[in-house]
């Protein structure tokens, strides 16, 4: 348990432990590992010390270090991984709910990013948390000769914190040590739970008498553009919008937006499916992703019952769809979760006006198990497709802390549909620090369709079993070895086989991040039923087809300012070979400069007229920050499977004040891409915009 201290003034937030008020609090100390030896003591020293006055609180923290020259600070951006970086985070469980929490990181630069942990789920590619929100908060950090040292003050107003008497908080701290790959915590350290395990976090007593924290934020926007697409006249609108946030309680928050923007939004990388299959491509736009966990509701593998990135972009073309206005309330009650979103887009292109409602509830149970329902309704101006609605009913249940049941039942409606537009699945996972485990029973009817979700398959009948063993072997430099072999069968619902995948793999992780990951048989039985699109006039004809493939991937060391990763997999494909070389080379030669290059080769050799053809996907990316406040990125891409090959975009931003930006954007290409099959041709778009932003509290 940890104990905050009153004083009466805000202490020095310059990055160092020198004012005196810090050594009024009690210091933190028992960190202990996760990695690599768990539950002993942390290698290097950790103290943290907790203030508050009475509109914020503040962490000073010395992350002590034995060979401080070599601490690894190398990002200055805001919001973009520090996962090759030192660095520390912070969990605050403010409602003491143990099932979520705002998480606040920084390095040795002072640099931020911040997220949500929802139902104790990690962010979507492996992070600690969801880092599509953004709080107001201020941090600075130093290097020093025993190590770094950082300070930092949270608003209660940003945790939307008005209870002002006997508080009890969740709380936990998360230190990396790149060079060491080694991290830890002081509460939740077992290997299976990390920073995300909410319910094992610590407590922070001692906060009484605080003022009012009441979120209450707008934030206006304005906005000048050219803007030409492909066919169209040239356009130069001048243009503004508004969003809001206002906390209605404590739990509780409301936002609402009007004329929504998103073209400070990153580029998507450009995509090549190799598949017949939807490709999933996580959301960007800032609205979507703050508490975007409260409406996840997961069917198995990547397929979601709602999926943000189908408002506001054709999912076929990948062109945005202007937003007049939405919004968004979330929140808990009890042990009930909720989340309520509605959405209203204009008529663009060959996408009519369309409204979307959508309605989350969870009712928390034991040890992060929960049961929740969904309904999702969508009504558009398409005369033979007005409507479409989509119901679910989902739980987790979590049994001695490693075994977990997930289930769901879901059900679509649309004008003429009939039988068969379900969905139903159910599986059994087990995690522990030697096996995991899991099998998996689904079946989709050939007309569930979830206008507004993410599904891979339809009209499939599924059973998956998955198993992988991991050992930690007595060998210099090597941390854990994997072996995994799972197996898929997903015959369609009347038993004629579409999909089989079975897989034996080995892996190998390395002391200093290095990392190996391959594929000793991939093989593959699919049935195309439509002629499968794949390079310009080159289709795969209908037919069953048997094939294997094999793999070998290896990523080097993440210590290093020069980090590489090369892929190749080879081996059948649908009656002919195709081999995939992929290679990505990052260099950070300081803290304010880094580049990256990555290529993708894909060479095929296909039974079919023109049907040997290579196509390449290449990127540089260049970013360079003048100030933690001021940056300039460029990404370049080339496309070879398309006409016109070349795309490009350049972003200056400028944070003047907190959550309040000036950006210059140049943009040649797509800024969104298709997530649809068989790679359809897309609309291009140049684009000059400035952008300007201002954030206030009334």
């Not at 020069?562 to 030669?589: A, I, M, Q, S």
Request: aromatic share 12%; net charge neutral; hydrophobic share 35%.
């Amino acid at each position: 348990m940890a104990q905050a201290v009153p004083v009466d003034r805000a202490p020095r937030l310059d990055g160092t432990l020198n004012d005196p008020l810090w050594q009024s609090a009690k210091s933190i100390t028992d960190f202990r590992q996760r990695e690599p030896k768990e539950g002993e003591p942390a290698t290097e020293k950790t103290e943290v010390r907790i203030l508050y006055t009475r509109h914020a609180v503040y962490f000073g923290i010395h992350c002590y270090d034995s060979s401080a020259s070599r601490i690894v600070a190398t990002e200055l951006r805001r919001d973009v991984s520090q996962d090759l970086d030192d660095h520390f985070e912070i969990l605050i469980n403010s409602n003491h709910d143990r099932r979520g929490g705002y998480v606040f990181e920084i390095n040795p630069l002072g640099t931020q990013s911040d997220g949500l942990i929802v139902e104790e789920q990690s962010g979507s590619e492996g992070t600690d948390f969801d880092s599509g929100w953004d709080g107001v908060w201020v941090s600075e950090a130093r290097i020093t000769r025993d190590g770094w040292t950082a300070t930092i003050e949270v608003p209660f107003s940003t945790l939307n914190f008005t209870k002002s008497k006997d508080v009890i908080w969740g709380l936990n701290f998360k230190r990396f040590i790149r060079r060491k790959n080694e991290e830890d915590l002081w509460a939740a350290y077992r290997r299976t739970y990390g920073i995300a395990k909410v319910s094992e976090a610590g407590e922070l007593t001692g906060i009484t008498d605080i003022g009012s924290g009441r979120l209450f934020v707008v934030k206006p926007y304005g906005l000048t553009q050219y803007d030409k697409r492909t066919g169209q006249n040239a356009a130069f609108p001048l243009t503004g919008g508004l969003d809001v946030k206002y906390g209605i309680r404590s739990n509780v928050v409301l936002n609402l937006t009007g004329n929504t923007d998103f073209s400070a939004t990153d580029v998507d990388q450009q995509q090549f499916n190799l598949t017949p299959f939807p490709i999933f491509i996580p959301e960007k736009r800032q609205f979507f992703l703050e508490n975007a966990g409260i409406f996840n509701f997961d069917m198995g593998g990547q397929d979601k019952l709602f999926f943000s990135r189908q408002i506001g972009i054709d999912s076929v073309t990948g062109n945005q769809v202007p937003i007049n206005g939405g919004g968004r309330l979330t929140g808990t009650l009890g042990r009930l979760q909720f989340g309520v979103m509605d959405v209203d887009t204009r008529s663009s292109g060959p996408n009519p006006y369309a409204n979307y409602a959508v309605a989350r509830l969870k009712e928390s149970l034991w040890g992060g198990s929960y049961i929740g329902v969904m309904g999702i309704d969508k009504r558009s101006g398409n005369v033979q497709d007005s409507f479409n609605q989509t119901g679910g009913i989902d739980t987790r249940l979590i049994f001695f802390k490693d075994w977990f049941v997930d289930a769901h039942i879901a059900g679509t409606q649309s004008p003429g549909s009939s039988s068969g537009n379900s969905d139903i699945g159910a599986s059994l996972s087990y995690r522990s620090n030697w096996v995991d485990g899991k099998f998996e029973r689904r079946k989709i009817g050939p007309n569930f369709n979830p206008e507004v979700g993410f599904i891979e398959r339809i009209d499939s009948n599924e059973t998956y079993g998955d198993l992988t063993f991991k050992v930690r072997p007595r060998i210099t430099g090597v941390r854990e070895l994997q072996f995994e072999g799972f197996i898929l069968h997903a015959p369609d619902t009347h038993g004629v086989v579409q999909t089989q995948e079975w897989q034996g793999t080995f892996r190998a992780e390395f002391h200093n991040g290095a990392y190996t990951d391959d594929d000793i048989a991939d093989v593959f039985t699919q049935r195309i039923t439509t002629p499968l699109h794949i390079y310009k006039n080159v289709f795969i004809p209908n037919g069953l087809y048997h094939f294997a493939r094999h793999q070998i991937t290896y990523g080097s060391g993440q210590d290093r300012r020069l980090t590489y990763n090369f892929f190749e997999r080879f081996g059948g494909y649908y009656g002919g070979t195709l081999n995939e070389f992929r290679v990505r080379v990052n260099y950070r030669p300081t803290a304010k400069f880094s580049i990256s290059a990555s290529e993708t080769w894909d060479r095929f050799r296909l039974p079919l007229p023109n049907g040997i053809f290579s196509v390449v996907l290449a990127s540089l990316q260049g970013n360079y920050s003048f100030t933690r406040f001021l940056t300039f990125t460029s990404l370049i891409q080339v496309d070879t499977s398309n006409t016109q090959a070349v795309s490009a975009n350049v972003r200056l931003r400028y944070n003047y004040r907190p959550d309040s930006d000036l950006y210059i954007i140049y943009n040649v290409g797509t800024q969104f891409a298709s997530i649809a099959p068989a790679n359809p041709p897309q609309v291009r778009e140049t684009r000059f915009a400035v952008k300007w932003t201002y954030s206030f509290a009334p």
